[in-house]
């Protein structure tokens, strides 16, 4: 009795934090929904952290950002926040373990794809283009740009030799990486 108690205290030390650290992150909940936007800063008066805010919330960023499925994570100083929203200490700590991230004194950038993988990471200053790019260079966001494009050929006849050329492409096998 004794050697199964003993066992079954062993086996819970060891598998517990692996499956702590799956569950507690806020991009494992964010896998296959949406695409994390993180940015890390000393500073919440940071100028890349300021220029990059302030491009989002001009009218054509902010529905570029949402088409793509994007949410923003910010983290300044260990607090962090999901759209404006504060996340728990745990979370906080949790999504920065998750992004394996070294030391450094400029501000990090960091895309995440729907799949969970790094797409871009960058230190100091971003443009917003160059993050939209990005996540229209994924497959997964050509696919979604296919489906309305599709819809449109019958109003365009000349658009619709385009996207049948852009759908006789799209038959060679995908990635499924995001």
Known sequence: ?????????????????????????????????????????????????????????????????????????????????????NLDPQATMALIRSLSLGAGELPKTILVGKDGGKKLEKSGRVELKEIFDAVDAMPMAEKEAAAPAQ?????????????????ASKAAPQSLDD
């Open 151 to 167: 819809a449109a050929p019958a109003a365009e006849p000349a658009s619709g030799k385009a996207a049948k050329g852009a759908k």
């Open 1 to 85: 009795m004794l050697i199964r108690s003993l066992a079954f205290a062993a086996l819970i030390a060891v598998a517990g934090p692996v499956l702590a650290v799956d569950s507690d992150s806020p991009l494992a909940q964010e896998q296959g929904k949406t695409r994390p936007l993180i940015i890390i800063a000393r500073s919440s008066v940071d100028p890349d952290l300021v220029h990059l805010k302030d491009a989002l919330k001009e009218p054509a960023n902010q529905q570029g950002f949402t088409q793509r499925n994007m949410v923003l994570y910010t983290v300044v100083n260990t607090i962090g926040q999901r759209d404006g929203k």
